[in-house]
């Protein structure tokens, strides 16, 4: 498989998201984050916009989401997330496992996902995910293998506060297993808010060049 350019592809698609104004309902807001879902055409789900500031530079929030080291001491959704494959300096592949959620109904998934992180012209970068076959981490039968459909972070600078950034997230992952499609409706906005509480907590604690990239 060409992981470069399934990366690349991904990317683009995250842009095309943002530049889709369509169809987008608004299902969550708090805390000055707002969550917005549309039918993914995907598979049979949603796919979820999520936008925050998040007060600190494009610079430091894009090296934050990235990079994979110390992303479980700040995204308490996840139990591990790990570095499988480095592939050069802005792709790699992750390793993922979830902590269960939504009390429980929702068990832990484990996931293989290719991530990059690309700088456009205008000072705004994303950061994609999108699930992968990798042979060396076939699917196990401890967790149910989820799949991550063309996922991202874009960051930009705020216009009228450069110093501090826009986050705007699209995530459309497949949990897969034997769940109703409304318990997964009814916990992914107030999931999505939490991830950018707590990676707006992060980025402060973790003030060292480290951080991590997304995972929903």
Same mark, same amino acid.
């Given at each position: 498989?060409?992981?470069?350019?399934?990366?690349?592809?991904?990317?683009?698609?995250?842009?095309?998201?943002?530049?889709?104004?369509?169809?987008?309902?608004?299902?969550?807001?708090?805390?000055?984050?707002?969550?917005?879902?549309?039918?993914?055409?995907?598979?049979?789900?949603?796919l979820?916009?999520?936008? =925050?500031?998040?007060?600190?530079?494009?610079?430091?929030?894009?090296?934050?989401?990235?990079?994979?080291? +110390?992303?479980?001491?700040?995204?308490?959704?996840?139990?591990?997330?790990?570095?499988?494959?480095?592939?050069?300096?802005?792709?790699?592949?992750?390793?993922?496992?979830?902590?269960?959620?939504?009390?429980?109904?929702?068990?832990?998934?484990?996931?293989?996902?290719l991530?990059?992180?690309?700088?456009?012209?205008?000072?705004?970068?994303?950061?994609?995910?999108?699930?992968?076959?990798?042979?060396?981490?076939?699917?196990?039968? +401890?967790?149910?293998? =989820?799949? +991550?459909?063309?996922? =991202?972070?874009?960051?930009?600078?705020?216009?009228e +506060?450069?110093?501090h950034?826009?986050l705007?997230?699209?995530?459309?992952?497949?949990?897969?297993?034997?769940?109703?499609?409304?318990?997964?409706?009814a916990?992914?906005?107030?999931?999505?808010?939490?991830?950018?509480?707590?990676?707006?907590?992060?980025?402060?604690?973790?003030?060292?060049?480290?951080?991590? =990239?997304?995972?929903?």
């Amino acid at each position: 498989m060409d992981y470069k350019a399934l990366a690349q592809e991904t990317a683009q698609e995250v842009l095309e998201y943002s530049q889709d104004t369509s169809g987008w309902k608004v299902v969550k807001t708090s805390k000055k984050i707002t969550v917005s879902s549309k039918a993914s055409k995907k598979f049979h789900g949603n796919l979820y916009r999520v936008e =925050g500031i998040i007060p600190e530079s494009i610079t430091k929030l894009s090296d934050f989401l990235y990079k994979p080291e +110390n992303r479980v001491a700040w995204d308490k959704s996840l139990k591990v997330y790990n570095m499988v494959h480095k592939i050069d300096s802005d792709t790699f592949i992750c390793h993922t496992i979830t902590q269960s959620f939504a009390m429980g109904s929702i068990s832990p998934r484990d996931f293989i996902d290719l991530v990059y992180l690309k700088h456009y012209e205008g000072n705004m970068d994303i950061i994609s995910s999108n699930s992968v076959d990798f042979p060396a981490y076939p699917a196990s039968s +401890n967790y149910i293998r =989820g799949y +991550n459909h063309a996922c =991202g972070c874009i960051c930009s600078p705020l216009q009228e +506060n450069p110093a501090h950034s826009k986050l705007v997230m699209f995530i459309q992952t497949e949990m897969r297993g034997k769940l109703s499609p409304s318990i997964i409706e009814a916990t992914m906005p107030s999931n999505l808010v939490s991830f950018v509480l707590s990676a707006k907590d992060g980025i402060k604690t973790l003030r060292a060049p480290v951080g991590c =990239g997304y995972q929903s």
